[in-house]
């Protein structure tokens, strides 16, 4: 193996120990602690093990933690009327509906519900329009945590040429939005893309979002370049065991053999996402209540 491992484990504690060290200086200033609501309608068994880490790793970084609950058998009513309520709620000042939501419910009305100065979660099509013009908004938490981990590695990313695999609005489409943000040349590929491995070995960068086992082999990667491995795929046990091996978009002993720097799966992608929440969550507090967080301090 050439290439070298991208922590994002490491990365995301000390994401997390900043944004405690912030959630003390706001609790000092507004005489309250930085909140977060977090909304799971229904009993989808990841989702629940997700929610009950966020509630953990928030009350750890020193924030409240609000959580609600709401049956499967819940109205879209019901649920717009907690937003509306969370909404109105000082001293809540971020708010994440986990998704997915159950059938009956559209997504899409859901998150227009929630206040776009709330929504930590960046999925809002204002925080969405203010990402695209480049204004202060919220951004998704998995590709900021991307773009944190990429410039920790490569510094500026000015003029590198960028592959992000996938399109969806929750990582393909932000990530490409923040790259070219900071000056990469992006292209954006998706299950329509010709000559996918011929697009992907021109990238200094290379983001997978697609949800694909090990679908991006080594003879892709242009040597040296970085890979960011966002997908989070489990294949099927092997003979003995109950539950297969979690692998990546990216074969792993493949693309680390070329690569210059490559996160691995799990430890690191993964992780980022909830630190990033936290520090979404913190600076939505900052806002809400007139305080000016220290230039890049997260
Ligand atoms: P999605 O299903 O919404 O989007 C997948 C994208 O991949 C689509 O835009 C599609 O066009 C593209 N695609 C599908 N088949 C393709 C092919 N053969 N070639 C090229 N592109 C193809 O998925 P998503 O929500 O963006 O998530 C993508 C992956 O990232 C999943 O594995 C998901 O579990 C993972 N994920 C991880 C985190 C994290 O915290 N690490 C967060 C979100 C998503």
Not at 51 to 65: E, F, L, N, P
Not at 115 to 139: E, Q, T, W, Y
Not at 255 to 274: D, K, L
Request: proline fraction near 6%; include cysteine; aromatic fraction near 4%.
């Amino acid at each position: 193996m050439t290439a070298e491992l991208i922590d994002g484990k490491a990365f995301a504690a000390s994401l997390r120990d900043k944004v405690a060290i912030l959630a003390a200086t706001f609790e000092s200033k507004a005489m309250r602690k930085a909140g977060l609501a977090v909304v799971l309608v229904g009993d989808d068994p990841a989702s629940h093990v997700y929610v009950r880490s966020k509630g953990q790793q928030t009350v750890a970084a020193g924030m409240a933690s609000f959580e609600h609950r709401l049956s499967h058998t819940a109205s879209e009513d019901e649920l717009l009327a907690l937003i509306d309520k969370l909404n109105q709620d000082r001293f809540v000042d971020g708010i994440l509906v986990q998704l997915p939501l159950p059938d009956h419910m559209d997504e899409q009305k859901v998150i227009a519900a929630i206040n776009p100065d709330k929504d930590v979660d960046g999925f809002h099509v204002i925080n969405a329009g203010r990402l695209a013009v480049g204004l202060p908004g919220f951004v998704p938490c998995t590709p900021l945590g991307c773009v944190m981990l990429l410039k920790d590695r490569l510094g500026s990313l000015a003029g590198l040429d960028a592959v992000v695999i996938g399109r969806s609005n929750i990582v393909g489409k932000p990530m490409a939005q923040l790259l070219i943000a900071e000056s990469c040349t992006v292209t954006v590929a998706h299950s329509r893309t010709k000559n996918l491995p011929d697009v992907v070995r021109r990238a200094d960068i290379v983001v997978a979002a697609v949800g694909r086992a090990e679908m991006v082999k080594g003879d892709w990667i242009k040597p040296g370049a970085t890979v960011i491995d966002v997908g989070i795929n489990r294949l099927p046990p092997e003979p003995g065991a109950d539950k297969g091996r979690l692998v990546g978009d990216v074969d792993f002993t493949g693309a680390s053999a070329v690569a210059g720097a490559i996160t691995p799966v799990p430890g690191g992608v993964g992780p980022m996402t909830i630190a990033v929440l936290l520090r979404n969550a913190l600076v939505a507090a900052y806002r809400n209540e007139g305080l000016k967080l220290p230039a890049d301090a997260i």
